[in-house]
């Protein structure tokens, strides 16, 4: 079955700075590839997704790329603000009929002010 | 348009017992999956229903079992409750077809198993 596994666990950046987390799958069938941000006590927001007929995908000041032939996906945060601070869950997963989501252990993220 | 929904927010079982868990998926989606997230760690899934039949499971025992409802919602059983089941359980709706793979999450049931 699919293996999903993040580095590092725990990420501290400075207000303003730039965040990137990284994500490695094994199953080579694995097309779809999430990104969850879940705050203390709430449930994991869907905050950008990919599918692997594409290779970056931007929205606002997030951003995920995916490297297909490596078998890792990344999520970028720029311009980062205390509300970031969060535990980021990375996911993967076939299409259609096979959909079920892989998650990472993930990642706690600090944003310093 | 309503999100995803689930009862109730906290329960508390005692070993041995049986649980039922409630969702209502969001308007428009017919797919329900649910997961088990442990203190720490990411969620991990449980089964899907599709159009009121089971459509995938994950590595859970025969004791989780689950139903669909023609208005989508779905309910998760477990019975013979064991103290690994205390944990978080998520349930995630996916839009009509062609979309399963893109689940919006409740805010899910925390349960404590004594």
């Known amino acids: 079955g699919e293996n999903v596994e993040q580095h590092p666990s725990t990420l501290s950046v400075q207000e303003g700075d730039s965040a990137v987390i990284k994500c490695t799958y094994s199953d080579s069938a694995s097309n779809y590839f999430p990104w969850y941000k879940q705050e203390l006590g709430k449930r994991p927001q869907l905050i950008i997704d990919i599918r692997s007929n594409v290779g970056e995908k931007k929205d606002q000041r997030i951003a995920v790329t995916l490297n297909k032939t490596a078998k890792h996906f990344s999520l970028h945060i720029t311009e980062t603000q205390p509300e970031d601070s969060a535990v980021y869950f990375c996911?993967?997963?076939?299409?259609?009929?096979?959909?079920?989501?892989?998650f990472g252990k993930g990642i706690t993220l600090s944003v310093r002010p | 348009e309503t999100g995803v929904t689930q009862s109730p927010t906290h329960l508390i079982k005692t070993r041995g017992q049986q649980v039922t868990l409630r969702c209502s998926s969001q308007?428009?989606?017919?797919?329900v999956s649910w997961y088990q997230q442990a203190l720490g760690q990411g969620p991990q899934f449980i089964f899907q229903?599709?159009?009121?039949?089971?459509?995938g499971r994950g590595n859970f025992p025969p004791r989780f079992s689950g139903l669909q409802f023609p208005n989508y919602s779905s309910e998760l059983n477990v019975n013979a409750l064991e103290l690994d089941d205390s944990a978080l359980y998520l349930c995630?709706?996916?839009?009509?077809?062609?979309?399963?793979?893109?689940?919006?999450f409740g805010p899910g049931t925390r349960l404590l198993v004594l």
């Open positions: 308007s428009g989606h017919n797919t």
């Open positions: 229903y599709y159009r009121e039949e089971e459509n």
């Open positions: 996911a993967a997963s076939r299409t259609g009929a096979n959909s079920k989501l892989t």
């Open positions: 995630a709706s996916s839009p009509r077809d062609g979309f399963r793979e893109t689940q919006y």
